[in-house]
């Protein structure tokens, strides 16, 4: 069977679009399909972050827990910080404002510095800002949650990410979904409904073990801060694919000006628990109990926005829903053998559901372009429909998590090399 077969059948509903002399020139390693080797990838990548994220939150009591806020804000230093760096390389030194300063790159370094600072402090830069702070609430929230959810659970419960993207998508782009969509969103719905009386039944046998030094989790909390972590992400998307679409900017200067605006808001709570405890001193506030796994879960988070990028460029919906089960899967094992989870019908049942249902949305035939297009945007828009946001990598129906980088240093130094092309434009975003 030609792996490219597929290809053809992308959903562009969802926001991505893949393109048919993009897909026949996929790259390689070792052999293996990039399309594969990094769908695999983001696979184990969703799967580690979500159980690392769990284990360095409850394995601690809670007096020796790190503060979610801070891992967020690293996070979002982290990631602005790479796309800072990546949309300097990618300054044309051939451009009017450059060229005229001087031949050599040295001499040009100003120049390229002036025109970065210019992009990235643009009138239209505060449109970035609903976006950065729902995206900030969203990853707070995600701790929250999983500090309260098993690990598998807390997987399966975030595919309601998908309904909310679609709602807003609904809503605010006035994007069609087909019947067979619909469909798939309800049972959606349902599954994680059935997975959530499983998650409920389970704290009722925990609250008669609870013990005062140890973390106890509350299935109710973890459940509306999961449900509510999807409702901003399908938000922050949908509106950034707005921005988007109606921007020239370089991709990367858009992450710039997600992480800026998003320092604020991040540092807020660091702030407030300074202020709860001033003799402490700020640094060490910050980094209080931030060790080993609290780490690790930052470093993990990076690692998944380019390999997401990567996903969205040279995979197809169908491939991307093998891959959330995937990972729903191999949570569900890992959960199983590292924290004692409880295997039940119901959890099983829903877990079912819900992998149906992501099918079934991703797998639809392709449509003609007056149903994918409602607002009647020129064909020069289409490929920066499939622009997703790194989160969107977030709101993509196999995305739960946001962050990371790319899997091939080959493909990071072509991508450095060059402007990017209309069609390529989405291989450069970074999963939030």
């Known amino acids: 069977m030609d792996p490219n077969d597929g290809d053809g059948t992308d959903d562009d509903e969802l926001g991505l679009a893949n393109d048919a002399s993009t897909t026949s020139s996929v790259p390689s390693l070792w052999g293996i399909p990039l399309k594969y080797l990094s769908l695999v990838t983001l696979a184990v990548q ?27 804000l690293m996070n979002e230093i982290l990631k602005g910080s790479i796309s800072l760096v990546i949309a300097f390389a990618r300054i044309d030194a051939s451009s009017p404002d450059v060229a005229g300063q001087s031949t050599g790159y040295p001499r040009t370094l100003p120049a390229r510095l002036k025109r970065l600072a210019g992009d990235i402090f643009s009138q239209d830069c505060w449109k970035l800002s609903i976006p950065a702070i729902l995206y900030v609430i969203q990853n707070n929230l995600q701790f929250v949650a999983v500090s309260n959810l098993q690990a598998a659970t807390f997987q399966v419960s975030y595919q309601m990410k998908l309904l909310t993207t679609a709602g807003f998508s609904v809503l605010l782009l006035r994007k069609r979904l087909t019947s067979p969509q619909w469909m798939a969103l309800l049972f959606l719905a349902i599954g994680v409904g059935v997975v959530q009386i499983q998650a409920g039944a389970v704290r009722v046998v925990e609250d008669g073990v609870r013990q005062d030094d140890t973390h106890t989790m509350n299935a109710i909390k973890g459940f509306l801060a999961v449900a509510t972590a999807c409702v901003t992400s399908g938000l922050a998307g949908v509106y950034f694919e707005m921005v988007l679409k109606n921007s020239q900017t370089d991709l990367w200067v858009r992450n710039v000006q997600l992480s800026l605006f998003s320092l604020l808001p991040a540092l807020a709570p660091v702030f407030y628990l300074y202020a709860s405890d001033p003799q402490e001193g700020w640094i060490s506030t910050l980094f209080h109990n931030f060790g080993g796994w609290a780490w690790g879960t930052v470093c993990v988070q990076v690692f998944g926005g380019l390999l997401t990028a990567l996903v969205i460029k040279y995979s197809d919906n169908i491939l991307k829903g093998f ?79 946001v962050s990371s980088s790319r899997s091939s240093s080959a493909l990071s130094l072509n991508s450095l090399a060059k402007p990017p092309t209309d069609d390529s434009k989405d291989s450069l975003l970074f999963a939030r």
């Open 46 to 72: 969703n799967s580690l972050l979500t159980l690392i994220m769990h284990y360095s939150r409850v394995s601690t009591p809670p007096s020796r827990s790190y503060s979610p806020a801070t891992a967020v």
């Open 323 to 401: 891959a959330t089960s995937l990972s729903i899967v191999i949570s569900f094992l890992a959960s199983v053998a590292l924290f004692d989870f409880q295997i039940t019908f119901t959890f099983i049942l829903g877990s079912f559901i819900v992998l149906i249902a992501t099918w079934l949305y991703n797998h639809q035939p392709k449509r003609s372009e007056s149903i994918i297009w409602a607002l009647g945007w020129p064909e020069k828009w289409r490929s920066a429909s499939s622009i997703r946001s790194p989160a969107v990598s977030q709101h993509h129906t196999l995305l739960s998590s």
